[in-house]
């Protein structure tokens, strides 16, 4: 049986590689496992046990780019559970987002005048802002686990997800932005023909589906970062006391 001591041998080393909690705890857990496996079948001390897994992941904690989720180095262990993570959740957020570029479409023809159009295009630009003020303000219990770390001086975030806090905020900025605008260049393009201005069609289109798109993507993040913490309260817990 691991003493508590032993234990919490295991999480600094790997809190010493670097990684998200909700990684760490679940890593924790594989090593554990391995390392009483090996002192039974081998019949060893916890040290030559703990040495022999700590070996055996030696590839798995080395330094590796992934300019996508961090400007800094990431462990590899990191890299291939986040981007399988986050693949899976940029493809729901693009498909949310090509329905919203179709009402955005929907809302060009429906619209009786260039101001009525206007009117739907901040309404519509503006439900993403409502969304993720709405998000903030009914979850201010977990605003402080949005910052980078708790008892860990800053040596890893609480959840893999939670790094994409930085784009929500770049994502409000520029969807404020984005409000402030008209859309009449699709208006025109689409209602007039008027292929004067194929560029500034292409912008007013595509800057705002993309924005959209990375809303929802921040979002899910937001929401799994949520969960993630609901499921590690017992290993966050003794942190808060």
């Known amino acids: 049986m691991m003493t508590k001591t032993q234990e919490n041998q295991v999480t600094d080393y790997l809190i010493f590689q670097q ?14 496992s391995q390392i009483a496996d090996i002192q039974l079948r081998k019949n060893l001390n916890f040290e030559d046990a703990f040495l022999s897994v700590k070996k055996s992941w030696d590839g798995e904690f080395k330094m590796v780019s992934y300019f996508l989720f961090s400007p800094v180095e990431i462990p590899l262990i990191v890299k291939k559970i986040v981007k399988e993570k986050f693949n899976i959740l940029l493809k729901k957020s693009l498909i949310i987002g090509l329905v919203f570029f179709g ?10 005048n260039q101001e009525e159009y206007t009117i739907f295009f901040r309404l519509l630009n503006g439900l993403f802002l409502l969304m993720i003020g709405l998000v903030w303000l009914l979850n201010i219990k977990i605003w402080k686990y949005m910052r980078t ?9 609480y959840t893999s997800y939670q790094q994409n806090t930085g784009l929500m905020v770049i994502c409000t900025i520029s969807m404020l932005q984005i409000v402030g605008k008209t859309g009449h260049y699709a208006y025109q393009f689409f209602r007039t023909q008027n292929t004067s201005e194929i560029a500034g069609t292409l912008i007013t289109q595509l800057v705002p589906f993309v924005l959209q798109t990375f809303v ?4 899910f993040n937001f929401f799994e970062h949520k969960k993630t913490l609901k499921r590690m309260q017992n290993f966050l817990q003794p942190a808060d006391n």
Do not use: A
């Open 19 to 32: 990684l998200p909690l909700d990684i760490l705890v679940e890593v924790k857990d594989h090593m554990i």
């Open 103 to 112: 009402i955005n479409l929907l809302l060009i023809y429906f619209s009786k």
């Open 149 to 157: 770390d708790f008892k860990y001086k800053g040596k890893c975030f």
């Open 216 to 219: 929802i993507f921040t979002l």
